[in-house]
């Protein structure tokens, strides 16, 4: 059910915005248990000095390229899978790839599940998770 | 009221382009009832590679380009109003461009009247639809 | 904690890109009272042909080149504060840009403050404002 938007700096290598498209995909399938198929992502890569964010902030140094990731989901999911799921994708970003865990903000909207087709225009999701 | 943001592949033509907006502008009139100048959309190209997508998902294959449709609107319109919306902007846009409807997704985010300024830093919508 | 999305005509310079930006916080400082180290923003550049806006809504008529703002935030503010932004917003961006104040959407969207990871992927924000 997620639609996830990732805005990336311009001049990353497609091995690693695949990464982080997957890191984000694995941590939601793990920890809010959305099927391997329910894989709805849009990269958006913003020209350096568009994508603006402060030196630090709540103690959090940014020292290198910060990504935005803006995940849409029906809401329902409590606030530790919230919370677990933030930190695996921290991890699964940076392990798979240079980026750091302090560079990544995440934020997360939420709808109802009558707020959703996947197509032919008609509501899938309506009755089950 | 609605901002609708369009994501589509790069390198479609201008008169599709169009199409696809008209076609989820016209539901909108139809089905929630806006007024025609009610009419905000960003339409997003992204690169193909960046766009992604599942092969299949609850059934519904996604053979062609797959677009993604969000619509930002105040709150208030039944489950009703928001299925028949779904089928119209599916049916509008299969018709007037070759995109197939198993190929639209549609996400809805719901805000308040109050959260709306269309001009001048006021808020015009706080008092009436 | 908001996260600012800014859509404008491809092509203002750097300048006037950051005019726009820094209008934008400093109004949210002022009036939702973030600190100045709460700067996140993406500003988004859109061919003109695909930032789509009537001439004129709601008696508001659009002359030169609309841009549109659309800001997360947790949710907690009251009207009187998102009246208060809105004005200030469009006095900043119209005293310190060529665009005129009738010519700015703004969008509010709101969520919960566990909606939120400002870097490694913890919820810093849960417990105070």
Same mark, same amino acid.
């Given at each position: 059910m997620p639609l996830v938007r990732i805005s990336i700096p311009k001049g990353l290598s497609a091995d690693i915005k695949s990464n982080i498209s997957k890191s984000v995909h694995s941590a939601l399938m793990q920890?809010?248990?959305?099927?391997?198929?329910d894989y709805f992502h849009v990269i958006e890569e913003i020209n350096k000095e568009n994508l603006i964010y402060p030196e630090s902030y709540l103690g959090i140094d940014h020292t290198s390229s910060m990504i935005f990731v803006q995940i849409t989901a029906a809401q329902g999911r409590t606030f530790e899978q919230k919370k677990a799921l933030y930190l695996q994708i921290a991890l699964n970003i940076s392990t798979s790839t240079?980026? =750091? =865990?302090?560079d990544i903000l995440i934020v997360l909207l939420e709808n109802n599940r009558? *707020?959703?087709?996947? @197509? *032919? @225009?008609?509501?899938?999701?309506f009755t089950h998770i």
């Open positions: 920890e809010f248990h959305i099927p391997a198929d240079a980026i =750091k =865990k302090e009558e *707020n959703w087709s996947f @197509g *032919n @225009g008609e509501v899938q999701h």
